[in-house]
């Protein structure tokens, strides 16, 4: 198993996690997104992921792009121990919470977009701050209220880590960059299921600090 993988990319972020929570071993390969343009634009990793995208998750004969399709397949392949638990309700639930963040905050927050705000369409550097922040804050505010429908616990969804967690971990790392302004004390309910989180092995194995590939 291989995992095509930046280490400040919350979504390769978001798949280190789950191989972790699952137990599985595998070869860690650097795309640096801003080395020389863009390893990601090489023609060797275009015609492995014509996005030009991280991460790719490579097992055996499958070729796996997007976090949450390779979130789905690992939770179907290696079914134990399960990211979506409980019924279809649950799953329903948890992966609202994790579309809160991979659907309605990251795609305008990621780094393609924040440089094509500012190269492509003259937004200042002070607005595009603005911009981010005010999509990360109302996404937190979602989450939060969407949490306390429950079932409340000590993640996301219970007390059982889950691919809500898998999403939000990453985001809330990305919130404490300098360039999103975000106070994260404004979230306590976030704040708790990060302290949850990170207790866990799989969690802290995965931080970007961790990678070997880490700047």
Not at 62 to 71: C, D, P
Not at 154 to 175: E, T, V, Y
Request: with cysteine.
């Amino acid at each position: 198993m291989k995992l095509y993988d930046y280490f400040r990319s919350s979504a390769a972020y978001r798949a280190r996690i789950a191989l972790n929570l699952k137990e599985l071993d595998y070869e860690h390969i650097s795309v640096h997104l801003t080395k020389e343009g863009g390893e990601q634009f090489k023609s060797d990793y275009t015609e492995l992921n014509p996005q030009n995208l991280v991460p790719t998750l490579i097992d055996g004969k499958a070729k796996i792009t997007q976090s949450m399709a390779i979130m789905e397949y690992l939770e179907e392949v290696y079914p134990e121990p399960s990211f979506l638990p409980g019924d279809a309700v649950d799953r329903a639930q948890i992966r609202a919470l994790a579309n809160i963040v991979a659907c309605d905050i990251h795609p305008l927050n990621n780094l393609r977009i924040r440089l094509y705000l500012v190269d492509e369409m003259d937004v200042s550097v002070e607005n595009r701050e603005v911009w981010m922040g005010h999509w990360v804050r109302k996404g937190f505010e979602a989450y939060e209220k969407l949490y306390a429908q429950g079932p409340t616990g000590k993640f996301s969804h219970g007390d059982q880590p889950s691919m809500a967690d898998i999403c939000l971990i990453p985001q809330m790392a990305n919130a404490r960059r300098p360039d999103h302004n975000i106070d994260v004390a404004d979230f306590p309910t976030l704040l708790k299921i990060e302290e949850a989180c990170q207790a866990l092995p799989a969690f802290e194995k995965a931080l970007p600090a961790n990678q070997p590939d880490a700047e």
